[in-house]
């Protein structure tokens, strides 16, 4: 509890020591900012709470496109308490906030979802790429953000994804740009974690994915790309979100973007899913 | 279609030399036999199928239980035909034989289930060991098996799988018997397939597991053990059927065991999920 603050909105003078205290402090509303470039180690996930009448094409839906939607945790319908390995919270206050959605449209975007809450909710836990950046930098691999920023920036493809009862849409991926001696060392490191959208879907050439002006991307900063750096796109947890809006479900919840679920257990030691 | 026949009952004088065209012989009664070890290298699959009111806790203990229950396939509701890379097949005739399970209890073993199909049914694939059995014998690790036996000794152990909703249950694992100096040798190659149930669940002492004798396995032949062997346990794609019949559920149909459905495609090409 002792490391300096980090910057970004709403935050207490100290940073959380473990995933417990961090959700802790955000159930009891003393931290509403993002989780993005904290607890490094820890596995943080992707949030989709759906309809019970929407599970089943959802689920499949994930099981379909493991890249973008590895499924790390579904809680049983109408319980928002999450359980796996040691963790066990409550998904209605954990995370700092939320995005939430009527019929396909964004409704509210609240620090606690309480008030949302339904009793045929079921809450999708999907990992998400932070897990394999520590990896990467511990071996060497530069990890490049724009300045103040602790997110990749994301571009929408053209690649369908696999279709799944009144789910679909195009593969979202995530960029880094990577000295070209190291790609393939970044491709060995980050499918290690199938958890964390494993190896990169596509190496270079941005047209190839319909991606006209790399210096553009859809969401997030813009990318930094230095001399002899090579792009390399690795499948994106916003892709399940261009999915939902189209189902017209009458509600959805997911994460604020950058404002994540984290769990008690670091990404090299994570239980099989639960 | 020039090899010999193997020995089995109901099987034409040929073995067919595609899966495409072993399909087409059992889709016209032609071929009624097990397809244990036809066709060597292609992808065999365990069928369940199940009324859409349980598809989202069945696909739910898949995900939770990936090691037996490893998901190749998933039909739409209601549609009998599978669609997975080039394989295009109708479930209701292009496996050689079924069971049929009505509140849980067995109630019909046919060759064809267009009588039993319903509009609701909606049919899973999922991995089998036969996946990985080519690539150990490839290997050097012998693959031991009792006389006129294609299938390994099955145990239902001790050990609990993950509930899922309705469905819960034992987790069931074949045992083959391999030479010390190979145990390391077989991880490595079966952990190759996530899809065949990938590494093994357990080496050695069957009374961790809860198996009492090992010479008295629950399902299937004998076990062969030679001087310097150890018991390697494999998860296996009986532990779902097993989890099935406490759920109640008004109708299910699987495969009979060894009679498999056979996809086009390779253990070693699979496409992702389908």
């Known amino acids: 509890m002792t490391a300096p603050a980090p910057s ?16 802790r402090l955000v159930a009891d509303g003393r931290w509403t900012g993002p989780t993005a470039g904290l607890l490094d180690g820890y596995q943080q996930a992707n949030l989709v709470i759906v309809p019970r009448d929407l599970a089943f094409d959802f689920l ?9 939607c590895p499924v790390l945790a ?10 796996l390995g040691t963790t066990v919270a409550d998904l209605r206050t954990d995370l700092p906030r939320y995005r939430v959605w009527h019929d396909g449209e964004l409704a509210a975007e609240p620090p606690d979802i309480t008030a949302h809450w339904r009793p045929d909710a079921v809450g999708f836990l999907l990992g998400c790429s932070h897990t394999f950046e520590g990896p990467l930098r511990a071996a060497g691999v530069p990890v490049r953000y724009a300045p103040e920023s602790a997110a990749p920036p994301v571009y929408v493809t053209d690649v369908a994804t696999r279709p799944a009862g009144r789910l679909s849409g195009p593969l979202v991926v995530s960029m880094r740009a990577i000295p070209a001696r190291l790609v393939a060392r970044a491709v060995e490191i980050t499918a290690r974690y199938p958890a964390g959208h494993g190896a990169p879907v596509h190496i270079g050439d941005p047209a190839a994915l319909g991606i006209a002006d790399l210096a553009r991307p859809d969401f997030g900063p813009s990318p930094v790309v230095e001399d002899g750096d090579v792009p390399v796109f690795w499948a994106c947890g916003v892709t399940p979100q261009l999915a939902l809006p189209a189902t017209r479900a009458p509600y959805a919840i997911t994460h604020y973007p950058g404002h994540m679920f984290v769990f008690d257990h670091t990404v090299d030691a994570g239980p099989a899913p639960g």
Do not use: H, K, Q, S
């Not at 970004?8 to 959700?23: E, I, K, N, S």
């Not at 499949?60 to 973008?68: E, G, H």
């Not at 579904?74 to 359980?83: A, C, H, K, M, S």
């Open 60 to 68: 499949l839906y994930c099981t379909r496109n493991p890249a973008p």
């Open 8 to 23: 970004g909105d709403g935050l207490p003078g100290d940073v959380p020591a473990t995933p417990a205290a961090l959700r």
């Open 74 to 83: 579904v809680t049983e319908p109408g319980d928002p308490v999450v359980r």
